[in-house]
């Protein structure tokens, strides 16, 4: 089996989570920002080449809010860390997509966290990072 490390950047702006929209293969997904981790890169220093790439912003990257994998096939894991990430200097919220949580657009988000990351973003409760198990969840297009 094959494990790779992706990040992913937890950017609130006026209580919307910020997401990146793409294309693979034709199919249209809605993501956090980030992605891999390549090799000798650091995850703080990967989160803000991703983050800048995919949505224009850069960013200070802030603690680890949560860990999760995903385990799709059964030779494929990754290991998603999603740090609390906020923009440095000024940006145009016009330029951004942006999510509210409890909107159905939040479902098609991946990985599917949004709920979990309103819930930590709304408790005052500061234990340290939590753990999400497998996050895995096939696409409501693809059922």
Sequence with gaps: MQARVKVHAVIWVNGRLVVHRER?????YVTLPGGRVNDRESVS????????????LEIEVGDL???GEVMGSPTQQDVELLFDA???GAFDELRLHLVEPTD?????VLPPVVGALARLR??????????????????????
Excluded: F
Excluded at 104 to 108: F, G, H, N
Excluded at 122 to 140: Q, V
């Design 45 to 56: 220093d990967a989160l803000r080449r991703e983050v800048l790439e995919e949505v224009g």
């Design 65 to 67: 809010l949560c860990a």
């Design 86 to 88: 906020w923009p440095r």
């Design 122 to 143: 709304d408790s005052a409760a500061t234990d340290g990072p939590r753990w999400l198990g497998n996050m895995y969840r096939p696409r409501r297009d693809s059922k």
């Design 104 to 108: 159905v657009e939040a479902e098609d």
């Design 24 to 28: 693979r293969q034709g199919v249209p």
